[in-house]
């Protein structure tokens, strides 16, 4: 229907500039306190762009609504809550390629949005081996920046973020585990197209764990 149509729209245009706000005058730390409180004026310096200025009112709210809402959840604060709901709402989604059911509910539309926006947050982890631990030792050295700026300024030094103690890149297995998998697979689920990102994503994995594991030989000299 024209309606349909003209929902998707407005809804592809909300998942374009929430990547740019998103990473709009980012300084690539850890984002939280700007993600409860700057980022809904970023969005509202986007919202004046002239590329707006067709929107009807009621789309123009919903774009807005939709932005906000989302850039706020790629807060890690609220990540197993978004996943939480996501998994909830599985059973009842039905998958690409199913033409059963024409009407998704805006909640469920709202979830799905937010659950896409934290899969590409995170895209690096589905990239082959080489790029990933390229992206992994960045966030390493972003997360220690910051810890190094908290230490300046006589702040306790956030988790991950003291140079002298692990850094990401000792915690990957652990972050995969209680992180990545449950977001990966339930988005599998609604999407099986999607398979190939959670293949990649496991043989990223299988990489780190194999660096946590001992070598065979020290395990043979263990008491």
């Known amino acids: 229907s024209l309606e349909s149509s003209a929902l998707v729209r407005v809804v592809v245009s909300v998942r374009l500039v929430v990547r740019l706000i998103h990473h709009n005058d980012d300084d690539d730390n850890n984002n939280s306190i700007r993600h409860n409180g700057g980022r809904p004026g970023d969005c509202d310096r986007w919202f004046s762009r002239d590329f707006l200025c067709r929107m009807s009112p009621e789309d123009f709210r919903r774009f807005r609504e939709n932005a906000i809402s989302m850039v706020l959840a790629t807060d890690m604060t609220s990540h197993f809550s978004i996943v939480s709901e996501f998994q909830r709402l599985v059973p009842s989604v039905p998958s690409v390629g199913d033409h059963?059911?024409?009407?998704?509910?805006?909640?469920?539309?709202?979830i799905l949005l937010k659950t896409a926006l934290k899969i590409s947050d995170i895209g690096?982890?589905?990239?082959?081996?080489?790029?990933?631990k390229k992206w992994v030792s960045r966030l390493e050295e972003e997360f220690f920046e910051q810890g190094d700026c908290e230490r300046a300024r006589g702040m306790k030094v956030?988790?991950?973020m003291d140079r002298s103690m692990p850094g990401v890149s000792k915690s990957q297995v652990g972050f995969f585990d209680i992180v990545v998998f449950p977001l990966f697979k339930a988005?599998?689920?609604?999407?099986?197209?999607?398979?190939?990102?959670?293949?990649?994503?496991?043989?990223?994995?299988?990489?780190?764990?194999?660096?946590?594991s001992p070598p065979a030989d020290d395990v043979s000299k263990s008491p």
């Open 100 to 110: 059963s059911r024409e009407e998704v509910d805006k909640s469920t539309i709202d």
């Open 158 to 160: 956030s988790f991950l």
């Open 124 to 132: 690096h982890l589905t990239a082959t081996l080489d790029v990933h």
């Open 187 to 212: 988005w599998v689920d609604v999407f099986p197209a999607s398979e190939p990102l959670l293949e990649h994503v496991t043989e990223n994995y299988e990489y780190w764990r194999s660096r946590e």
